[in-house]
């Protein structure tokens, strides 16, 4: 989704633990970023996704017939894919 660009002239004001500022305070200085400008980004991308994920999307009768038939029916993992799932983690 694109950022809004327009005048910035609404406050938002919150209150956090000295851990959870100091928290958001480095993550903010490695993205090179003012706190500000990282809460509100981050913030708002988190809106985003929650709104994303509780979309309703309609169907025509054909393709929701093929989007259900996709998942009754769901393509055979290929060998491949087989192999990536069954291999240890380097990390473990």
Do not use: C
């Amino acid at each position: 989704m694109v950022a809004n660009t327009s005048r910035r002239d609404d406050v938002i004001q919150i209150r956090a633990s000295r851990e959870t500022k100091a928290l958001l305070q480095r993550a903010a200085e490695l993205k090179q970023q003012k706190l500000s400008e990282f809460m509100l980004e981050s913030a708002r991308r988190s809106a985003e996704e929650t709104i994303l994920d509780r979309n309703l999307f309609h169907l025509g009768d054909e393709a929701y017939d093929r989007f259900v038939a996709l998942l009754d029916n769901p393509p055979q993992a290929s060998p491949e894919v087989v192999a990536r799932y069954r291999r240890k983690a380097p990390w473990a």
